[in-house]
């Protein structure tokens, strides 16, 4: 059973910067896509970022040029380099991940504040 263990949240203030980082455990079947989704109160969960096996990456809109997302296949790990964040920013963090068996699994979550 794959396991998602995501941590790096914190609070921030508006213009600051935090890494969120995301290690999957239990691995049996290759992991194909690494990503992160998030949600604030009152929200829809929506797509953050996410990147493939073979590196290619996709952002949202709302984060581009801002966040970057990095992947460490052997080790299955991913990473979310978050710069000049904004309150709208303000949500919980999911880790996200597909094996080649096309199965979702998702991380318990970690607390993004941005708030002076």
């Known amino acids: 059973q794959v396991q998602l263990v995501g941590s790096g949240g914190g609070l921030v203030q508006p213009g600051g910067s935090l890494r969120l980082s995301c290690v999957a455990s239990?691995?049996?079947?290759?992991?194909?896509?690494m990503g992160w989704y998030r949600q604030a109160p009152g929200k829809e969960r929506e797509f953050v970022a996410d990147?493939?096996?073979?590196?290619?990456?996709n952002c949202a809109d709302s984060v581009k040029g801002r966040f970057t997302i990095s992947r460490d296949n052997a080790k299955n790990t991913i990473s979310l380099q978050m710069n000049s964040l904004k309150p709208e920013d303000t949500a919980v963090y999911y880790c996200?991940?597909?094996?080649?068996?096309?199965?979702?699994?998702w991380g318990q979550g970690t607390q993004v504040t941005v708030s002076s």
């Open positions: 996200h991940a597909v094996d080649v068996l096309r199965r979702d699994y």
């Open positions: 239990g691995v049996i079947f290759r992991i194909t896509t």
């Open positions: 990147i493939t096996s073979a590196g290619s990456t």
